[in-house]
């Protein structure tokens, strides 16, 4: 379980992978959740925490408040012992605020007594918690252009919102982050009560009124594994870079250079650069639990974050529940519940279908695509050949007038005999012991992807190590025969170097290099006349199609529980880039050595693309202050686009390297996130609480009594089908005969607005829409009906959209998904 990337043979992603595993617990003591009885204190007796929409709300510091959230703590450490035998169980945290829990180190057999004690409601072993980054450093280089928006324009830049953000904490002294005293913010935060924990490298100054609020959570992380003190900081500080990375990308300062190795790649600014940050670490280096994980978003919504950024999570479905009542979409539930606007990644677990771990309809799930900026990397060879490749580097000294001479990491083993000439760390330049000093010194030296690199044991960190001992002119390392192409994710290198992950390009360099070195008998090499030159890798070219669904984005259908049959509800809900992208970082890095030392990573994953969304949230809370979650969530969805910078449908990376395909809604959901649309939506579909307690009571799968563990509410009303919830998309994942679906629109427009509504039905289907055309004044209300006839039964989904036009040129857009089982019910 240990964060590999699982790859599908033959395609090797060269592995710098974020290690944040979860060890295995066998017979041992595990994490346990617990959901228990009784409303949490924000809910208690019909208040709640509410950051702006009634203006009522809860004083934390407030004399019932404490007595309240005391009550329940007596309650949860009264239960344990009536319950558990001392002295086999610590209880890690109560959780009082948004849920009414604890979480509790014990053995399995104690957890099933918890199981049975009155007054619980749910058990659920912590599965761990990832951060969603599996193809780390690339190249460097900004988000431009669409990414952009907004950035530095104080009016609309998010002033007077605060994102929270759960993840591995954050780089205070990154200029990302800086308060700037000629540049005050003017927005007004007094809905905002976070506070600062300070700790090792995070000092009290660290919250300097751009980062508002540090905390940090660690009691299931220290029960889980041993934690070291040199990399797992008990404080708010980040050792990974990854929390770092995704604050600055939702909410980092505009006109920051990115400077690495001394080249400058340009400015980096987050969508939101006014919005305030609020810190909740709960990921550490050595491990993530999803205890602390819970313990954190209950904390932020106490605090009255606006937005709240998950960017981390378990990376399988619950085992001992179905989806959207783990302990962790429960609080993901409250949040919204609470008012909080909550963005989650979807998954890095693609291509493959049902591979997203977002399933609720109450958080928006992010699927990450490139964007059209692209690093090209070439090496010229001495007979006039130019091989493509990647790599964030300079080029060879003197390039364009002086080649170097090329060799083979394995004809430069020392001859005194002490290093055999084949074992895959040899190929691989992983030990600069075995090469001899005065073959490779000035040399360009080709390094073979091989066993070390597939099981994940080699490093390009150790490459350059070599290269920089042996003074190597540059580094070439080049695809295996044996293991075919891998994917290559560049990071800067501090020596000229290339990766050439393409097979059919690595071997014709190793072609000429053949032909140009003479051997003697044994298969010594005794002359080297190949000759190559590495060029400048890191100039951006902006040419590439853009967006790409990224082949690692997680894909849909949504599902409820591990058998995994698809459901009503539409995963992924959008996309945004999140390959390839330039933002702040650690230079500890714990987990990344290749970029120790770095403050700007190139990194991806659907990590990098929810913090866009954060971000664009932020815009839309602050030009809408009332809107509530649902609302800017449909304003997001309704106004994406699904189709490229060159005008077509955008396309979706397949398993195999180069393969695309055109995107459904299950890559894309309802397609790239567009900003300015989003500002403007003119209508929007809003969705309550309630209505999610009802969609939950109205799932076959899900029965009365479940909903009410899990949520404390009783099934009052239940929808008459799971597709009446009123999401800005529309879900059948069976559908027999025909079915009406409604969906209630609410004009958030200035103007009263005539819209014309239109279908695209899925094959195999016909969509009648009801009524045909209707004008709705500002504030008001209209319902639609929708209606989904089988003209034909398919073996897949298939899929179309509903498009209301209005007079004064907004377009709602709402994705269909429909799987046609039969014509007759
Ligand atoms: C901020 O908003 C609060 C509540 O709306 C209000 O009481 C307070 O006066 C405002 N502060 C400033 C500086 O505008
Ligand atoms: C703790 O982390 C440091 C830095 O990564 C490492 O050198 C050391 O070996 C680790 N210690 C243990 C006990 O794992
Ligand atoms: C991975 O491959 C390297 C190089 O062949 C080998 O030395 C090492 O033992 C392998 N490790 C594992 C865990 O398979
Ligand atoms: C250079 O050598 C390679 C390998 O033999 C060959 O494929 C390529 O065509 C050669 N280029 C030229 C310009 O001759
Ligand atoms: C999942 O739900 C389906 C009904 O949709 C049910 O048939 C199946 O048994 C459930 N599987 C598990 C593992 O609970
Ligand atoms: C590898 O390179 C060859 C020749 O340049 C090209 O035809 C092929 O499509 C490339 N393969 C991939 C997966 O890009
Ligand atoms: C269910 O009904 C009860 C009693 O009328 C009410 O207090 C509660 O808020 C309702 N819950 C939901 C989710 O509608
Ligand atoms: C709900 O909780 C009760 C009491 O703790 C338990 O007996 C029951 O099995 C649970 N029901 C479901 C469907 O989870
Ligand atoms: C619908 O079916 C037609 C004919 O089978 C096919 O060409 C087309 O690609 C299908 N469209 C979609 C969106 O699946």
Same mark, same amino acid.
């Given at each position: 379980?240990?964060?590999?990337?699982?790859?599908?043979?033959?395609?090797?992603?060269?592995?710098?992978? $974020?290690? &944040?595993?979860?060890?295995?617990?066998?017979?041992?003591?595990?994490?346990?959740? &617990?959901?228990?009885?009784?409303?949490?204190?924000?809910?208690?007796?019909?208040?709640?925490?509410?950051?702006?929409?009634?203006?009522?709300?809860?004083?934390?510091?407030?004399?019932?408040?404490?007595?309240?959230?005391?009550?329940?703590?007596?309650?949860?450490?009264?239960?344990?012992?009536?319950?558990?035998?001392?002295?086999?169980?610590?209880?890690?945290?109560?959780?009082?605020?948004? $849920?009414?829990?604890?979480?509790?180190?014990?053995?399995?057999?104690?957890?099933?007594?918890?199981?049975?004690?009155?007054?619980?409601?749910?058990?659920?072993?912590?599965?761990?918690?990832?951060?969603?980054?599996?193809?780390?450093?690339?190249?460097?280089?900004?988000?431009?252009?669409?990414?952009?928006?907004?950035?530095?324009?104080?009016?609309?830049?998010?002033?007077?919102?605060?994102?929270?953000?759960?993840?591995?904490?954050?780089?205070?002294?990154?200029?990302?982050?800086?308060?700037?005293?000629?540049?005050?913010?003017?927005?007004?935060?007094?809905?905002?009560?976070?506070?600062? /924990?300070?700790?090792?490298?995070?000092?009290?100054?660290?919250?300097?009124?751009?980062?508002?609020?540090?905390?940090?959570?660690?009691?299931?992380?220290?029960?889980?594994?041993?934690?070291?003190?040199?990399?797992?900081?008990?404080?708010?500080?980040?050792?990974?870079?990854?929390?770092?990375?995704?604050?600055?990308?939702?909410?980092?300062?505009?006109?920051?250079?990115?400077?690495?190795?001394?080249?400058?790649?340009?400015?980096?600014?987050?969508?939101?650069?006014?919005?305030?940050?609020?810190?909740?670490?709960?990921?550490?280096?050595?491990?993530?639990?999803?205890?602390?994980?819970?313990?954190?978003?209950?904390?932020?919504?106490?605090?009255?974050?606006?937005?709240?950024?998950?960017?981390?999570?378990?990376?399988?479905?619950? /085992?001992?529940?179905?989806?959207?009542?783990?302990?962790?979409?429960?609080?993901?539930?409250?949040?919204?519940?609470?008012?909080?606007?909550? &963005?989650?990644?979807?998954?890095?677990?693609?291509?493959?279908?049902?591979?997203?771990?977002?399933?609720?309809?109450?958080?928006?799930?992010?699927?990450?695509?490139?964007?059209?900026?692209?690093?090209?990397?070439?090496?010229?060879?001495?007979?006039?050949?130019?091989?493509?490749?990647?790599?964030?580097?300079?080029?060879?000294?003197?390039?364009?007038?002086?080649?170097?001479?090329?060799?083979?990491?394995?004809?430069?083993?020392?001859?005194?005999?002490?290093?055999?000439?084949?074992?895959?760390?040899?190929?691989?330049?992983?030990?600069?012991?075995?090469?001899?000093?005065?073959?490779?010194?000035?040399?360009?030296?080709?390094?073979?992807?091989?066993?070390?690199?597939?099981?994940?044991?080699?490093?390009?960190?150790?490459?350059?190590?070599?290269?920089?001992?042996?003074?190597?002119?540059?580094?070439?390392?080049?695809?295996?025969?044996?293991?075919?192409?891998?994917?290559?994710?560049?990071?800067?290198?501090?020596?000229?170097?290339?990766?050439?992950?393409?097979?059919?390009?690595?071997?014709?360099?190793?072609?000429?290099?053949?032909?140009?070195?003479?051997?003697?008998?044994?298969?010594?090499?005794?002359?080297?006349?190949?000759?190559?030159?590495?060029?400048?890798?890191?100039?951006?070219?902006?040419?590439?199609?853009?967006?790409?669904?990224?082949?690692?984005?997680?894909?849909?259908?949504?599902?409820?529980?591990?058998?995994?049959?698809?459901?009503?509800?539409?995963?992924?809900?959008?996309?945004?880039?999140?390959?390839?992208?330039?933002?702040?970082?650690?230079?500890?890095?714990?987990?990344?050595?290749?970029?120790?030392?770095?403050?700007?990573?190139?990194?991806?994953?659907?990590?990098?693309?929810?913090?866009?969304?954060?971000?664009?949230?932020?815009?839309?809370?602050?030009?809408?202050?009332?809107?509530?979650?649902?609302?800017?969530?449909?304003?997001?969805?309704?106004?994406?686009?699904?189709?490229?910078?060159?005008?077509?449908?955008?396309?979706?990376?397949?398993?195999?390297?180069?393969?695309?395909?055109?995107?459904?809604?299950?890559?894309?959901?309802?397609?790239?996130?567009?900003?300015?649309?989003?500002?403007?939506?003119?209508?929007?579909?809003?969705?309550?609480?309630?209505?999610?307690?009802?969609?939950?009571?109205?799932?076959?799968?899900?029965?009365?009594?479940?909903?009410?563990?899990?949520?404390?509410?009783?099934?009052?009303?239940?929808?008459?089908?799971?597709?009446?919830?009123?999401?800005?998309?529309?879900?059948?994942?069976?559908?027999?005969?025909?079915?009406?679906?409604?969906?209630?629109?609410?004009?958030?427009?200035?103007?009263?607005?005539?819209?014309?509504?239109?279908? $695209?039905?899925?094959?195999?289907?016909?969509?009648?829409?009801?009524?045909?055309?209707?004008?709705?004044?500002?504030?008001?209300?209209?319902?639609?009906?929708?209606?989904?006839?089988?003209?034909?039964?398919?073996?897949?989904?298939?899929?179309?959209?509903?498009?209301?036009?209005?007079?004064?040129?907004?377009?709602?857009?709402?994705?269909?998904?429909?799987?046609? $089982?039969?014509?007759?019910?």
């Amino acid at each position: 379980m240990a964060g590999r990337a699982s790859v599908m043979p033959p395609i090797f992603f060269l592995a710098l992978i $974020v290690s &944040v595993g979860f060890v295995s617990f066998a017979e041992e003591r595990a994490l346990y959740m &617990v959901l228990m009885e009784g409303d949490p204190v924000a809910f208690h007796g019909g208040s709640r925490i509410s950051s702006r929409e009634d203006g009522r709300r809860l004083d934390p510091n407030s004399e019932v408040f404490k007595a309240h959230a005391k009550r329940l703590v007596d309650s949860h450490d009264q239960l344990l012992q009536s319950a558990l035998e001392t002295r086999s169980y610590s209880k890690l945290y109560s959780f009082k605020h948004i $849920v009414n829990g604890f979480a509790v180190h014990t053995t399995p057999s104690q957890a099933e007594k918890l199981k049975a004690a009155a007054g619980v409601k749910l058990v659920e072993r912590d599965r761990g918690a990832k951060l969603m980054t599996t193809y780390t450093p690339e190249f460097l280089g900004l988000p431009q252009g669409a990414w952009t928006h907004d950035g530095g324009d104080d009016r609309s830049a998010g002033e007077g919102i605060v994102i929270g953000f759960v993840d591995s904490g954050i780089n205070p002294t990154h200029p990302s982050f800086a308060y700037d005293p000629l540049h005050p913010f003017t927005g007004n935060i007094s809905h905002f009560l976070g506070s600062c /924990e300070t700790g090792p490298r995070f000092p009290a100054s660290s919250c300097n009124g751009k980062i508002v609020s540090a905390k940090f959570f660690s009691a299931g992380a220290e029960a889980a594994a041993t934690l070291n003190s040199t990399v797992d900081f008990l404080s708010p500080f980040d050792a990974v870079g990854h929390g770092s990375h995704v604050a600055s990308t939702a909410a980092g300062n505009a006109g920051v250079p990115v400077v690495v190795n001394g080249y400058y790649y340009g400015e980096a600014s987050g969508m939101a650069p006014r919005a305030r940050i609020a810190v909740y670490k709960a990921v550490y280096p050595t491990v993530g639990t999803l205890t602390d994980v819970v313990s954190a978003i209950d904390q932020a919504i106490l605090d009255g974050v606006d937005i709240l950024t998950l960017s981390v999570g378990p990376d399988e479905p619950p /085992e001992d529940t179905v989806t959207f009542l783990s302990a962790y979409d429960i609080a993901m539930l409250s949040a919204r519940r609470a008012g909080v606007f909550v &963005v989650q990644a979807t998954g890095n677990q693609g291509p493959g279908i049902s591979s997203v771990v977002s399933y609720s309809p109450w958080a928006v799930g992010v699927a990450s695509s490139g964007t059209d900026r692209t690093y090209p990397g070439s090496i010229l060879l001495g007979n006039g050949t130019k091989i493509e490749g990647v790599g964030l580097s300079g080029p060879t000294f003197g390039y364009g007038l002086l080649l170097h001479k090329l060799v083979l990491a394995k004809d430069a083993v020392k001859a005194d005999g002490t290093f055999p000439r084949t074992p895959p760390y040899v190929e691989e330049c992983q030990y600069s012991e075995a090469l001899d000093h005065n073959v490779v010194l000035d040399s360009i030296v080709i390094c073979t992807f091989s066993e070390g690199f597939y099981n994940g044991t080699s490093t390009l960190t150790a490459i350059i190590n070599t290269a920089k001992g042996l003074g190597f002119m540059g580094f070439i390392l080049v695809a295996n025969p044996a293991y075919g192409d891998f994917i290559a994710e560049p990071i800067p290198f501090v020596v000229p170097g290339i990766l050439v992950p393409n097979l059919t390009n690595s071997q014709v360099i190793l072609q000429y290099y053949e032909q140009e070195t003479h051997k003697e008998e044994k298969g010594f090499a005794t002359r080297f006349a190949a000759k190559a030159a590495i060029g400048e890798g890191r100039v951006a070219s902006f040419m590439g199609q853009a967006p790409v669904v990224s082949r690692f984005s997680s894909r849909g259908p949504d599902f409820v529980n591990t058998s995994r049959t698809p459901c009503d509800v539409l995963k992924p809900d959008i996309l945004a880039p999140g390959h390839q992208i330039w933002a702040a970082w650690s230079p500890v890095s714990a987990s990344e050595p290749a970029l120790t030392g770095y403050n700007f990573a190139l990194q991806s994953g659907t990590s990098m693309a929810t913090p866009h969304v954060a971000g664009i949230a932020a815009l839309v809370k602050q030009y809408n202050p009332s809107w509530t979650p649902s609302m800017i969530a449909s304003a997001i969805s309704t106004t994406a686009t699904k189709y490229d910078t060159n005008g077509e449908l955008i396309m979706a990376e397949g398993s195999g390297i180069g393969s695309t395909y055109p995107s459904s809604h299950f890559d894309f959901g309802a397609g790239l996130v567009s900003p300015s649309g989003a500002l403007d939506p003119g209508l929007v579909l809003p969705t309550g609480y309630e209505d999610y307690i009802s969609f939950l009571c109205s799932l076959p799968e899900i029965s009365p009594a479940a909903v009410r563990n899990a949520t404390g509410e009783p099934c009052n009303n239940t929808l008459d089908h799971p597709a009446n919830l009123n999401l800005p998309s529309i879900t059948l994942s069976a559908l027999r005969g025909s079915q009406i679906v409604r969906r209630i629109f609410n004009n958030v427009g200035s103007k009263p607005e005539t819209y014309v509504c239109s279908a $695209v039905s899925p094959n195999g289907t016909i969509i009648d829409l009801c009524p045909a055309w209707f004008r709705i004044a500002p504030e008001g209300i209209q319902e639609l009906h929708i209606q989904v006839k089988v003209t034909q039964a398919m073996d897949d989904f298939t899929f179309g959209e509903i498009v209301l036009t209005g007079s004064l040129n907004h377009i709602v857009r709402i994705p269909v998904s429909v799987f046609p $089982v039969s014509i007759s019910k």
